[in-house]
């Protein structure tokens, strides 16, 4: 046995340190273990996450179409798709499954399995490719389709469309993708029930404005557009359809006093047919003077005050127009009922394709009239404009290329830690206010957005680019003392109503103590943010493979198709931001801050490097002299 072993020694010890690696091998596999150096902990699953992939109590498979023969860029997307997902398979355990599909595998079936694909609502990129001084179209679908049970939701990881692909993609792909995931799976989990309402009828910002924003939105909540004046009581025949309207028993209530030795007979039987043996007491009730009065009361005014019942968010995106007062009356009492809202609201209109012909155009006063109306929340608007040293850049209608320092464009950020600004880049503006706050201490009022120290505030002015050129910086206001103006606040409290004590009309009186209307002074707990720009949403389009194209917020689109073509602002992630934070979805916030931004290193374990060289380079040896140690002392006891 000894002079077999003796023989076979070393084939021995080989078989035995193969053995060894491959045991280590599949225990590492099996544990999780990453260091993050990045300050803000980016590379790293937030607490939030683990907690939620940790606790899935069903099955939640992923079904990952980024596979098959791909180039060497795409392999990247698809490395680091599958290292995001190891992540979440290493907390989520046996209820988190992950499987990798190529679609091109079987080129009969491949049709039919994207068209199941598209229509389970995933969608392709054409990513273009420099081979050999060529460009080359690559087809992928870089998305995942998420199934638990019967339920699917589908994530789309990159942009539509065509695109050259570049390390600054693959940054940002990576970046977003623990946001993108988690967003499917909480929607698989609990689906949104969370109402969006754009405002519309006041010149507002149309769909194609916001686009990315929209779009972006949907993901999570319920978006729609909406005007005031849309909702009437519905009526049969002659009939009001009680059964059916909020006014229901009030309506009861008032028929009930008319006809006391009557008893009202349901308009609707159980399945909402109309009830026949009601025929002869409708007739008799519409015969009424009173009652026939007090119906088209109930139908005039629940016209516009059902309207924003089932809306949890109002946006007014940049109006041009005027609202009339009972369309103020009913915004108004929808912040009163807790309802929240975001005004992005501009003071002064550039029309910069007037500066083409006329190389000149002033800024003019909007007539929405909304000024006093917000004031009486604490909100002052300013009519003005503020310009900014630091600023975007503008790309001139008339073709003669950009001004790099447009100060109408300032670059608003904030001088202290903020939420909705961490690792989020400036946020751009255009012919921007100044917002002051005044009246009720007891509304919590957080600043979000403000200029730097070098910063001009301009009155009406005139816009010229001729004297943009010509600017100097110097001129604007550097004092340190002079506080830099704030264009964006969030408002917390309980908001008094515009119209408590207020003199009004004598018809609008009457219509206000109307019991129908119900009329409350004081609102319930709630939120408004107020931001001085109305574009701060808006998307500038390209024009691209012979289409008109809606341009990223994050990126300028002078820069589509240049080397220059990387992530500039955080208008897009800012406002995803404020969103969440008014329906209470703040867990969120975190995730979406993960931005392609330049990191910084934890300074505790950066200087800690030494250390951190030497354990790599001494465990091994470490290991080594250990090994050789143990090999010493056992010869030394066989042949001693």
């Known amino acids: 046995m000894k002079r077999i072993y003796s023989k076979y020694k070393s084939i021995l010890n080989l078989a035995l ?11 590492a596999n099996q ?10 902990q980016i590379h790293s699953l937030s607490p939030k996450t683990k907690d939620l992939l940790v606790n899935l109590e069903d099955i939640i498979s992923a079904d990952v179409y980024l596979d098959g023969d791909f180039p060497a860029e795409i392999e990247k997307l698809k490395k680091a798709l599958s290292e995001k997902l190891d992540e979440f398979k290493a907390f989520g355990g046996e209820n988190f499954k992950v499987n990798f599909i190529n679609l091109d595998e079987d080129p009969e079936l491949a049709k039919e399995f994207k068209n199941q694909v598209f229509n389970d609502g995933l969608d392709y990129s054409d990513i273009l490719i420099s081979r050999d001084s060529k460009q080359e179209v690559v087809r992928i679908w870089p998305g995942i389709i998420l199934r638990m049970g019967d339920q699917f939701k589908a994530v789309q990881l990159l942009q539509k469309g065509k695109f050259p692909i570049s390390q600054v993609i693959i940054n940002h792909f990576n970046d977003q993708l623990e946001y993108n995931l988690i967003i499917g799976i909480n929607n698989l989990l609990k689906p949104t029930t969370k109402k969006i309402k754009f405002l519309r009828g006041h010149g507002e910002l149309d769909n194609a404005d916001a686009w990315i924003i929209r779009d972006q ?3 999570n909540y319920d978006v729609d557009t909406i005007r005031i004046k849309q909702l009437k009581v519905k009526y049969y025949n002659e009939t009001i359809e009680i059964s059916n309207n909020k006014y229901d028993s009030l309506i009861k209530n008032k028929i009930d006093s008319i006809f006391i030795s009557e008893r009202p007979i349901p308009v609707f039987d159980e399945f909402g047919n109309p009830n026949k043996n009601a025929k002869r007491y409708i007739t008799k009730t519409f015969q009424n003077q009173e009652i026939s009065k007090f119906l088209k009361d109930v139908s005039k005014i629940s016209e516009d005050l059902d309207v924003l019942d089932e809306t949890d968010l109002l946006l007014i995106a940049k109006p041009k127009t005027s609202f009339s007062e ?6 108004d009492q929808y912040v009163m009922n807790g309802g929240k809202i975001i005004w992005m609201v501009d003071m002064l209109e550039v029309n910069e394709s007037e500066l083409v012909d006329t190389n000149i155009t002033y800024a003019r006063p909007l007539k929405h009239q909304l000024q006093q109306f917000l004031f009486k929340y604490g909100a002052r608007f300013n009519v003005n404009m503020v310009n900014d040293v630091r600023c975007a850049p503008i790309t001139r209608e008339d073709g003669l290329g950009r001004i790099p320092n ?3 464009y300032p670059l608003l950020y904030l001088d202290k830690p903020s939420i909705y600004l ?6 751009k503006t255009r012919y921007v206010c100044s917002i002051d706050t005044v009246g009720d201490d007891n509304i919590k009022k957080t600043a979000l957005l403000k200029s730097s120290a070098e910063f001009k505030i301009l009155r009406q002015t005139s816009v010229n680019y001729q004297n943009l050129y010509n600017y100097n910086p110097r001129n604007f206001d550097i004092d340190l003392n002079n506080e830099a103006p ?4 969030l408002f917390e409290g309980v908001f008094k109503s515009n119209y408590e004590n207020r003199a009004v009309s004598k018809d609008f009186k009457k219509f206000i103590s109307n019991p129908i209307v119900n009329f409350k002074s004081k609102s ?3 939120k408004m943010i107020f931001i001085g720009d109305g574009d701060l949403i808006r998307n500038d389009f390209i024009k691209a493979d012979n289409q008109i194209k809606p341009v990223l917020l994050s990126f300028e689109s002078a820069d589509y198709g240049t080397s220059e073509f990387f992530p500039r602002y955080g208008n897009e992630v800012f406002f995803l931001n404020l969103i969440d934070e008014l329906l209470d979805r703040s867990e969120l916030i975190p995730l979406r801050s993960k931005m392609n931004m330049p990191r910084l290193l934890n300074k505790e374990i950066f200087g800690q490097r030494n250390f951190w060289q030497l354990i790599n380079i001494l465990i091994p040896l470490i290991l080594v002299i250990v090994i050789g140690l143990i090999n010493q002392y056992r010869r030394k006891k066989k042949y001693a």
């Open 406 to 408: 447009w100060y109408f």
């Open 524 to 526: 319930k707990e709630t």
């Open 422 to 427: 961490n690792n989020v880049g400036p946020i």
């Open 31 to 40: 544990i999780f273990f990453r260091i993050d150096l990045s300050s803000d």
């Open 17 to 27: 340190v193969i053995t060894s690696l491959a045991v280590f091998n599949v225990v």
């Open 217 to 219: 939105l949907i993901k």
């Open 326 to 331: 009972k369309e103020l009356f009913i915004i």
């Open 486 to 489: 704030v264009s964006a606040w």
